[in-house]
Every structure is written in C-alpha cells, then in structure tokens.
C-alpha cells in the first residue's frame, strides 16, 4: 500500500472522525513498549564518555517519555559517535589540525577525519532520535484553542 506515512494520532492534522481517532489512540498506546533495558544503564561496550552521554540523554528524554527500548540501538550509536567525537577533538587540540607524513611533507591529521565522520554520525542518529529541538518540535502540533468567531449574517441564511 503506498501514500503518506500514517502519522500519530497527537500530531495528526487532517479530518478524522472522533471513532477514528480514538481507534487509532488504542492501536497507539498498544505498540507503546517499556524503557526497562533504557535504564538499565549504558551498554557495556561504551567507554567511559559515551556511557556517561547515554545515561545523560536517557534522564533527560525520561521527562516526556521520548525513548522505549527499541530506541537502545540507536543512542547507543550517538552516544560511541560521541564518545569518538570528544576524543578527536580532544587529540586536535593537543597535537595540532596538522602532522607531518612519510616524506616529511605537512599533511592534515587523521583526526579531523574521524571528528568530521563521528559528528556526522551523531547528527543522523539525533534527528532519528529526536534530540535536537527543531526535531521535536515537528513532533508536536499547536492546538487551537480559540474558536472561530460565529459570522453574524449566518443567521440569516438559517432563516
């Protein structure tokens, strides 16, 4: 079946009945599964920096509920990109955006390679997470709260 992705029943702006829409908050709340194995803690393969980001982002997200554990696999590629991240930029300040190669000639570091690729990564899997405002906030549909005012010759009409 092809056409647009269905979308959330909390975001969804198109005309749908009450039945529809209660039907399709049902299916939802169903396919909703738990954050054990989230807050479990880091996996244990992370190093040090990268546990600490998972666990940083996984506390934070807790508040509106935006993680479950299917989403385990990809923060834990965010938080090893980061962790890959923090440590190329941490060799760049210290040995310098430049080395010298084989013959002697000044060549860029290898690291400004590995920062480019691990920022890269991380920017994927936080649009696939959600983690950047901007991201969530296509999530999240304004409701309107003021009605429209009733046009005063309709009465007219009705008559």
């Given at each position: 079946?092809?056409?647009?992705?269905?979308?959330?029943?909390?975001?969804?702006?198109?005309?749908?009945?009450?039945?529809?829409?209660?039907?399709?908050?049902?299916?939802?709340?169903?396919?909703?599964?738990?954050?054990?194995?989230?807050?479990?803690?880091?996996?244990?393969?992370?190093?040090?920096?990268?546990?600490?980001?998972?666990?940083?982002?996984?506390?934070?997200?807790?508040?509106?509920?935006?993680?479950?554990?299917?989403?385990?696999?990809?923060?834990a590629?965010?938080?090893?990109?980061?962790?890959?991240?923090?440590?190329?930029?941490?060799?760049?300040?210290?040995?310098?955006?430049?080395?010298?190669g084989?013959?002697?000639?000044?060549?860029?570091?290898?690291?400004?390679?590995?920062?480019?690729?691990?920022?890269?990564?991380?920017?994927?899997?936080?649009?696939?997470?959600?983690?950047?405002?901007?991201?969530?906030?296509?999530?999240?549909?304004?409701?309107?709260?003021?009605?429209?005012?009733?046009?005063?010759?309709?009465?007219?009409?009705?008559?």
């Amino acid at each position: 079946m092809q056409g647009r992705p269905r979308k959330v029943v909390g975001i969804a702006t198109g005309k749908i009945g009450k039945e529809k829409r209660l039907n399709r908050a049902v299916q939802e709340e169903k396919i909703k599964l738990s954050r054990n194995q989230l807050e479990a803690g880091a996996p244990k393969w992370l190093g040090d920096v990268g546990a600490v980001e998972y666990v940083r982002v996984v506390e934070a997200a807790k508040a509106i509920n935006l993680f479950d554990n299917l989403d385990l696999s990809v923060l834990a590629i965010y938080a090893n990109a980061y962790e890959m991240y923090v440590t190329a930029t941490q060799s760049l300040q210290s040995d310098g955006l430049t080395t010298y190669g084989a013959k002697g000639a000044e060549i860029p570091s290898p690291y400004v390679a590995i920062a480019d690729k691990a920022a890269s990564q991380i920017l994927k899997c936080s649009t696939k997470l959600g983690l950047a405002t901007t991201d969530r906030l296509k999530l999240i549909v304004p409701t309107q709260t003021e009605e429209r005012a009733e046009n005063k010759y309709l009465k007219y009409l009705k008559a």
